[in-house]
T-cell receptor
Framework: SQQGEEDPQALSIQEGENATMNCSYK?????LQWYRQNSGRGLVHLIL?????REKHSGRLRVTLDTSKKSSSLLITASRAADTASYFC???????????FGAGTTVTVRA | DGGITQSPKYLFRKEGQNVTLSCEQN?????MYWYRQDPGQGLRLIYY???????QKGDIAEGYSVSREKKESFPLTVTSAQKNPTAFYLC???????????FGQGTRLTVV
């Protein structure tokens, strides 16, 4: 089974609104990462947060990490049509190079 | 330009044939990965390699094989033992452990 699970599976919002998606994981981690995938393309790295960090920002992105609850959230503020994509969380293990992905959240931003 | 290149972009395979997907990176990364993605689903790890001449099975290695003879190359062979190989295959690399991964543009494999 996959390490990370995103929620919701799909999200549709109006341009300018904020989009929030969550990720839960099962085992201890060294870091948690968020990626974006446009349809039929490879993944693009967005942000990495380490297990000793609680919050991180990058432009319009805000990521939080709660290791006690084994969960993370990704907030995209002031969404744009170009933000339409699938978003995946990935966890880096504590003891190896393994990078495990969740099933993703599909975000549609309506103009 | 530095990056990770997968070829071909589309690949068609007859049942019973082995096919090899190419993955090359010029980022001088130690770690490389192969993932499989089925429609509407997330990425499942097939194999990963932390260093030349060493690789480990991921979650769905059955029916696949890899080699890591050179740092920049990590080819994936889909064998006839893989019962349902039609999928989108993604290769990635990273500097090392606990860092961001860079992805290729993927190979879409279809069994005909």
């Amino acid at each position: 089974s996959q390490q990370g699970e995103e929620d919701p599976q799909a999200l549709s919002i109006q341009e300018g609104e904020n989009a929030t998606m969550n990720c839960s994981y099962k085992t201890s981690i060294n870091n948690l990462q968020w990626y974006r995938q446009n349809s039929g393309r490879g993944l693009v790295h967005l942000i990495l947060i380490r297990s000793n960090e609680r919050e991180k920002h990058s432009g319009r992105l805000r990521v939080t990490l709660d290791t006690s609850k084994k969960s993370s959230s990704l907030l995209i503020t002031a969404s744009r049509a170009a933000d339409t994509a699938s978003y995946f969380c990935a966890t880096g293990g504590s003891n190896d190079y393994k990078l495990s992905f969740g099933a993703g959240t599909t975000v549609t931003v309506r103009a | 330009d530095g990056g990770i290149t997968q070829s071909p972009k589309y690949l068609f395979r007859k049942e019973g044939q082995n096919v090899t997907l190419s993955c090359e990176q010029n980022l001088n990364h130690d770690a490389m990965y192969w993932y499989r993605q089925d429609p509407g689903q997330g990425l499942r790890l097939i194999y990963y390699s932390q260093i030349v001449n060493d690789f480990q099975k991921g979650d769905i290695a059955e029916g696949y094989s890899v080699s890591r003879e050179k740092k920049e190359s990590f080819p994936l062979t889909v064998t006839s033992a893989q019962k349902n190989p039609t999928a989108f295959y993604l290769c990635a690399s990273s500097v090392g452990e606990r860092t961001e991964a860079f992805f290729g543009q993927g190979t879409r494999l279809t069994v005909v």
